[in-house]
């Protein structure tokens, strides 16, 4: 199994930054896309942002220019900057990864248990 591990959430004024870490942990063969998702109040999860293990991004168009995406490959952990933030920013934000557990197993999708970023002044 692989397990993610988000941290970096809390609150934050309005036009504040934040960094979120998501490292991955546990029977690790490969870890191929990477991504961050949010789920506000009332809503359904929204796709963020996901980086591949190349270091191809694509983005929600709600926050290209604000939000940036990476990972360190040899740490097995994708970052999301936060920036420029927004109250409809608020959100639990759930890390994701495609790993796979041995060569011979099939990749599946593994997610972290959220952690809450609060833009508020």
């Known amino acids: 199994q692989v397990q993610l591990m988000e941290s970096g959430g809390g609150l934050v004024q309005p036009g504040g930054s934040l960094r979120l870490s998501c490292a991955a942990s546990?029977?690790?063969?490969?870890?191929?896309?990477m991504g961050w998702h949010r789920q506000a109040p009332g809503k359904q999860r929204e796709l963020v942002a996901v980086?591949?293990?190349?270091?191809?991004?694509n983005y929600a168009d709600s926050v290209k220019g604000r939000f940036t995406i990476s990972r360190d490959n040899a740490k097995n952990t994708v970052y999301l900057q936060m920036n420029s933030l927004k109250a409809e920013d608020t959100a639990v934000y759930y890390c994701?990864?495609?790993?796979?557990?041995?060569?011979?197993?099939?990749?599946?999708?593994?997610w972290g248990q959220g952690t809450q970023v609060t833009v508020s002044s």
């Open positions: 994701n990864a495609l790993g796979q557990t041995s060569r011979w197993a099939d990749a599946a999708n593994y």
């Open positions: 546990g029977r690790i063969f490969s870890i191929g896309t």
């Open positions: 980086v591949t293990s190349g270091g191809s991004t």
